[in-house]
């Protein structure tokens, strides 16, 4: 929702409509989803001389189900900057918008939607090619690129990726302002749902399928945010009349649901019928991890591996269960054995357009004021930049992307568990390095077998002991040990200081952002209470975003713990002992003190949100589906109307509880859990 002209950021154009010429130019290069939508303004000074200028701005989550919807917010945008003058150029001054044009790119079709509304007069559509030619509209284009846009929109919008706010001239908007919207995408996604595939897939899958491509990721996504869960298991239950592949998507939803017996259910019947269901017996295995089931999760694990040898996701699975069971050696040559994904990178907003700062209008949102938040200024925080250690700035492993991200969290894993001397002896045991490899033999080193639990082919003879026996290491997961050993000695290193600064009782002082980095390790190396008191003393001297989104994380892992504390007593007093826990243990915690843990946990994660919605305003970002979902089940524990009264009461005369106000309306919309109390 448009309130302001503060909630609008633009650059100029060279000459007015040149971007949408740029962007058209460019259409053959766009790589699966495509860039975001974009806005091209031309805009006047009435009764002036001066010529007109153009400026454009980038979307997602608008609504282009049809060009009358693009339209009207495309009127809105117009009376918005009209409605009172412009402080921009150096001076104010009362611009008018004459035109305005919108492009938004169809991945399933490859081509560019274009609506164009001059104001005032007529509204006109047509479609592009990567040819520039013109092509037919009909029906069809306009449901593809409206299930592009909203894939766009909640692909891009994810908590851990720290290039969502790169593209900083764009303006993020709920793709689902009404429930009628959100249905319709579910339909688009059973009408389109064949061609999934083409659009592509996330960097860890090698070949995108049926099931998994970014349409079912924005499907499922979609669905756990608008709580939509019969809507969507008729449309699959309908799909999967059609092809029983989609019985594992049915298990994810079920799940999501909290419908756990009903999901079993499923899943028995899918194996049963394809036992050699891949993505089925990856989701079956892990539902036993959680049980604590592991022998019964290894066989699937394995038999997972077996039908989808080249899928990454089946061998970080089988590594991970070995590692429940603790066993290191498999855990390694499992994890040794992923394909890994070396070119793709997750897909995110990138600009097609390139831009200088002296063309950049980013205006300051004024209806919502949070001083911590809002009065961060930026020149100190560049300053801080320029102050910082330069081996926090280095560390490599803060870079890894999809894939290797993935592996060298298994990595950590072990070496959390083994710590770091155990896990060199492990190394030393069953892999070879490449150099010792050429050195000593010209053999083809063996490939793990998942066939049979990854034992090795013996040695021809015991004289030549143990090196047959070993493994080649990937040259990847060599340089995750090198990375590896560089993030546990900055982490060993800065307990020691801490240590020894206690122990002289002299403040550790360290710059906002060398305490937001010390957190982000202490992070990869799954110390989660460490890093959680280093964003705290980060957030202590100034806002910082990563920080607190880190420290949401860590709430929800720590609720995840306590729920897990609470069923394993009641396992154990119904005489079984089979609930796993995370590495945040509460076993010495009663059960009204698990309770008045999670209701105050409830309220530091509720603190969090508030602060990073606000700072989302502030740049033009109105919609985060992490947010949403993490705000949903603190309201399903505690009630809507609680919530309510605690923004009130906590933050009067802020505009927050106006900003949050329109998250409420969502959940009391798509009648989120809580919602009613």
């Known amino acids: 929702m448009i309130t302001s002209q503060g909630s609008i950021p633009e650059v100029k154009e060279d000459i007015p409509g040149s971007s949408i010429d740029e962007r058209s130019n460019r259409i053959r290069t766009f790589q699966d989803l495509g860039p975001p939508d ?3 303004l031309t805009k006047h000074v009435p009764g002036s001389k001066s010529p007109e200028v153009g400026t454009y701005l980038y979307y997602t989550g608008l609504d282009n189900s049809s060009s009358s919807s693009v ?7 117009a009376n918005i900057i009209g409605s009172t003058p412009q402080t921009w150029f150096g001076k104010s001054r009362p611009w008018k918008v004459t035109k305005a044009v919108y492009a938004s790119y169809n991945a399933f079709s490859k081509v560019d939607v274009v609506v164009a509304v001059h104001i005032p007069g007529a509204v006109s559509s047509y479609v592009i090619d990567g040819y520039r030619e013109r092509i037919q509209e009909t029906d069809r284009i306009w449901l ?30 709920n793709p689902f302002p009404t429930v009628q919207l959100a249905k319709q995408f579910l339909d688009a996604f059973e009408e389109l749902f064949e061609e999934g595939p083409n659009i592509g897939s996330a960097p860890e899958i090698q070949t995108p399928t049926l099931i998994s491509n970014y349409l079912v990721d924005a499907f499922l996504k979609a669905v756990e945010l608008t709580g939509l869960y019969d809507y969507a298991l008729d449309i699959l239950n309908r799909l999967r009349e059609k092809d029983e592949i989609v019985v594992s998507l049915i298990v994810k939803v079920l799940f999501l649901k909290d419908e756990e017996i009903k999901a079993v259910q ?40 077996n039908s989808a040898p080249s899928e990454f996701n089946p061998w970080a699975n089988l590594a991970k269960v070995y590692l429940e069971l603790g066993n290191v050696e498999q855990a390694l040559l499992a994890l040794n054995s992923c394909p890994m994904a070396a070119y793709k990178e997750k897909f995110h907003l990138k600009r097609i357009i390139p831009t200088t700062p002296e ?30 250690d330069q081996a926090l700035l280095n560390l490599q492993a803060a870079n890894l992307k999809s894939t290797f991200a993935r592996a060298y969290d298994i990595l950590t894993e072990i070496v959390h568990r083994t710590g770091w001397e155990s896990l060199l002896k492990y190394r030393a045991k069953i892999f070879v390095m490449e150099e010792e490899y050429r050195s000593k033999s010209s053999s083809t080193a063996n490939i793990i077998d998942p066939k049979t639990n990854g034992n090795s082919t013996e040695a021809s003879s015991e004289d030549e002991n143990s090196f047959k026996k070993k493994r080649l290491c990937e040259r990847w997961l060599d340089n995750l040990f090198m990375l590896l050993y560089e993030d546990l000695r900055t ?8 240590i020894h600064f206690q122990a002289q009782k002299t403040q550790y002082e360290k710059l906002p952002v060398e305490w937001e980095l010390l957190g982000m390790v202490a992070f990869r190396l799954h110390h ?30 720590e609720i995840k713990a306590l729920k897990q504390k609470g069923e394993r007593s009641q396992q154990v007093s119904n005489g079984h002992n089979n609930i796993s826990t995370t590495s945040i243990d509460h076993a010495h915690l009663s059960p009204t003190q698990v309770s008045k843990k999670i209701t105050s946990l409830d ?11 606000v700072w989302n305003h502030r740049w033009y970002c109105e919609f985060a589906p992490y947010l949403l979902t993490a705000l949903s089940k603190v309201v399903g524990r505690e009630g809507l109307v609680k919530i309510q009264n605690e923004v009130r009461a906590n933050y009067p005369d802020t505009g927050v509880y106006e900003l949050l106000d329109e998250s409420f309306e969502f959940f009391k919309q798509f009648q989120i859990f809580g919602a009613e109390t």
């Open 528 to 557: 989660y209470k460490e890093a959680a008191a280093a964003f705290q003393r980060a957030l202590e001297l100034r806002f910082a975003s990563t920080s607190t989104r880190n420290l949401l994380k860590y709430y929800q892992l």
């Open 266 to 305: 499923v899943m028995y019947e899918g194996i049963k019928k394809n036992p050699r269901d891949a993505a089925l017996l990856s989701i079956q295995s892990q539902f036993l991890i959680e049980k604590n089931h592991l022998d019964l999760a290894l066989t699937c694990a394995i038999q997972a591996v």
């Open 603 to 613: 309220e530091s994660i509720l603190d969090a949100v508030v602060k990073l919605t």
């Open 71 to 77: 339209a009207a917010h495309l009127n809105s945008l």
């Open 144 to 173: 593809e690129v409206f299930t592009s846009g909203v894939i766009r929109s909640l692909l891009t919008s994810e908590e851990d990726d720290e290039q969502v706010n790169s593209v900083v001239e764009s303006r993020n908007l």
């Open 38 to 40: 974009i806005v091209s």
């Open 491 to 498: 982490y060993t290193m800065w307990q020691a200081e801490m």
């Open 359 to 388: 063309k950049l209008h980013l205006p300051l949102p004024i209806d919502v004021t949070l001083d911590e938040v809002s009065s961060l200024d930026s020149a100190r925080v560049a300053q801080e930049h320029n102050s910082v």
